[in-house]
């Protein structure tokens, strides 16, 4: 009999799943034999067939069970890796991974540990469906064959805004907010904003290591990167204060990839700076959603008072990247060369996504659905660190926990970063390089790999920890 | 009772809606009286409940009848307008141009003779609707999840390319087609592409009336622009020869705003110089998909040998301007670099309209629709071209019919572009201004005004241009 746990903050369907897989994996339920139906299963359990229903789907579109016209779901006969007998983890062949399979860093490895993915059961596509329903109506044709609005729709900023407000102490007119298709198109109009009538390219400074999408956009622009050092608590002043740079790019709620944390001390000093040469600092706030110890720090730009702080977020890491949706705060200064330049730009986001996500966020799933995901990845998070911890805990150094959605992970082995990451796809898990972050190469000794978990469940991230011990040490 | 013309290709809702606003407008169901219920009138007619719930909610929508719980629909009261004795329409009131009240250049107006509008009605809602349910599914669960291929989904892509090539002549490759957002991001990626290393501006040159969103684009690039008068048959390629430009933008099959067709002699002659010049043609099909005599004449992509065109369409004037949804096709010399600039770059389209559209397509709607819609406009384009004949033949000159979705006005009393558009704008009619497609605004001598089609109904027409006589003699 299946049991589910309600108190179990995961949602019943994921919890069926779960437990299904397994008794299909570790032969519970042997290959070819029936499961049970989803109407006895939906009684049994009291959850609506639905529930039962997406549960099953799912199986079936990994693989487990396969679905006969008018008879039912059966057991799918399994592969089991070569050496499962040595494990003997019934739930090795998690395919959570295949949550990737379209990613840009989709590995094809089972065990995948590749950043920013998503878990399919995540997602909450019962009320995607029911709303899009809603949406697609009569009552919005005309919104349907209409330009939205240049800036997005009204009604979606402002719902943002509020989200913003309250979550991150970010403070603006919805005026001010402007929705885009991923940060690196907010980083491109920002570079036309700001370019000097001069032919002379500009500088901008950059976190060392930092975000790459962000350098190529600057680099396309023609924009002089200037590599300014991380250090505990982020990006040193210093060094900023002693370069050219009037403007400089930020991820101070997390750095990425490192994960530090920006103290509040170094936010004002970052903003003396820029009072002081004039400056604009972009504030990339890109997973500020995922912080599983103590208060988030606000954003700068809660904090700015003389309107310096261009402010970016994006629903790709908290909702799906398959949106293509993100949004900046102009600060008021810049608000009039911002209207006057892209005056006679059309929106890139489509107002279906827009109507969607508005629709999400004013019927409060959003919030439900951040508090899920908030809930999920921390006990992911919390099984990396605690199998990392047990399985080689003297032989590495983790960095940038109890944050975000990845970790850095340093292995004193003698090993490469090429030899770290090659060795453990031998053995069908993938994990990421870190030295592509850096600007100035030199900088990064260390061989480390990024690793990242919100695509996976639980037991996927335990036996790919265990096998990235076997492949390293 | 209520007569269906089944052989009219307009869909049953539709003239449920025409006949029922017209019997509400005209006094046939007074004010406050009940409509046929929606059951009754289904049986009678033999169509389906929801077929006449869509008419009926979308007379709710546009406030000619009221949705009372439980009791069913009622006849609202209409404020006619106050010359409505005068030209005695009954449709006078008609509700089309609620269609635009969210484009950019939304008038206000009754008539709203904006360009590039879309008629709600002739949006396929219910197969959106059908399609959206079907896609947002288990089944596509990892790709909700998950980044889109950088340049669209292949397969959208490939479906993209079947349609061009048939209809188009377009030959190429699925990997030189690139999904985008609208034209301007596509001329953005352009303007990238092409951009010279040394700091010196580059130069486009343009049509002399073009499109002014094309220009801005260009100028946001720091391009130096070079104006390129248009003359019978398109852009004047004896002046494109004496500039030094090595790069043109142009939109041959209908010029934009004169609605010139560059025959092929002249397309040939383009390739000839672009050849000679090293020169790019950027190549805007922008609304090709509408001509209502005669064979298109093929893209000039399809005739260029040595891949010197880059070819440009959108979904915006076919389906709509809401799903931002636009695309390009890259000529192989230049593929290679293109991949390298952009290969870092997420797609700015989300999975989601990328696989609408993509079903839309491959399950034949599409096709349908096509028929459908320029049967629609050829009838709106015939009846705005006979009304203007039979009410001001002999005082105004129409410009660049037979294709497209607007025409230009030449009128001959006097009044300037402004006064054109305010007298007629006392009358609650939009029609657009014409100087500002000129970037040598000396050459725009007569004054002209623009006068698209594609949001109005028939009935809308007709009494819009009786306006536009009575304001301007």
């Not at 970790?407 to 453990?424: A, Y």
Request: proline share 6%.
């Amino acid at each position: 009999m299946i049991i589910l746990d309600t108190r179990l903050k995961t949602p019943l369907y994921l919890q069926i799943y779960e437990q299904m897989k397994n008794r299909v994996i570790s032969g519970r339920i042997p290959y070819n034999s029936r499961l049970p139906s989803i109407r006895a299963l939906s009684e049994t359990l009291g959850v609506s067939k639905n529930t039962v229903t997406y549960a099953y789907r799912q199986l079936c579109a990994e693989g487990y069970v396969t679905n006969r016209e008018r008879s039912g779901f059966y057991a799918q006969k399994l592969e089991y890796p070569q050496d499962r007998g040595i494990t003997g983890d019934p739930k090795e062949d998690g395919a959570g991974s295949s949550g990737q399979a379209d990613s840009p860093g989709f590995s094809g490895c089972r065990y995948d540990f590749h950043y920013g993915s998503i878990n399919p059961l995540d997602f909450p596509l019962n009320t995607w469906r029911k709303l899009s329903n809603k949406i697609i109506s009569p009552a919005h044709l005309n919104k349907m064959v209409s330009y939205p609005d240049s800036s997005g729709e009204p009604e979606l900023r402002t719902a943002i805004l509020r989200y913003l407000n309250i979550s991150r102490g970010v403070n603006c007119r919805p005026g001010q907010v402007v929705l885009c298709s991923g940060t690196q198109q907010c980083l491109n109009l920002v570079c036309r904003l700001l370019k000097p009538d001069s032919t002379a390219p500009a500088s901008v400074a950059m976190e060392d290591p930092g975000y790459d999408g962000a350098r190529v956009v600057f680099e396309n622009n023609s924009l002089n990167i200037i590599p300014v050092p991380v250090e505990k608590g982020g990006i040193r002043i210093r060094d900023l204060e002693n370069s050219p740079a009037r403007l400089v790019y930020i991820t101070p709620s997390r750095q990425f990839p490192t994960g530090e944390i920006m103290p509040i001390r170094r936010r004002l000093k970052l903003l003396e700076w820029a009072a002081r040469t004039k400056a604009v600092i972009i504030e990339d706030d890109y997973d500020s959603e995922f912080r599983y110890t103590g208060n988030p720090i606000p954003a700068i730009q809660s904090i700015d008072t003389k309107g310096q702080v261009i402010y970016m977020g994006t629903f790709s890491r908290s909702l799906s990247p398959a949106l293509r949706m993100s949004y900046m705060v102009i600060p008021t200064p810049l608000l009039a060369s911002f209207r006057q330049i892209f005056q006679r730009y059309n929106t890139v986001v489509p107002w279906m996504e827009q109507k969607l996500v508005e629709t999400f966020i004013k019927e409060g799933h959003w919030e439900k659905h951040l508090r899920r995901i908030r809930l999920a990845n921390k006990k992911r998070h919390d099984t990396l660190i605690a199998s990392i911890h047990s399985t080689m805990a003297d032989k590495v150094r983790i960095i940038g926990k109890n944050a975000g959605l990845h970790i850095l992970l340093e292995i004193d082995n003698g090993f490469s970063e090429e030899e770290l990451i090659s060795s453990v796809r031998r053995k069908g898990v993938a994990v990421g390089p870190v030295s592509r972050y850096w600007i100035d190469r030199e900088r990064c000794k260390i061989p480390m790999v990024l690793i990242g978990y919100s695509g996976m469940d639980s037991a996927e991230i335990e036996a790919g920890v265990m096998r990235l011990k076997k492949a390293w040490f």
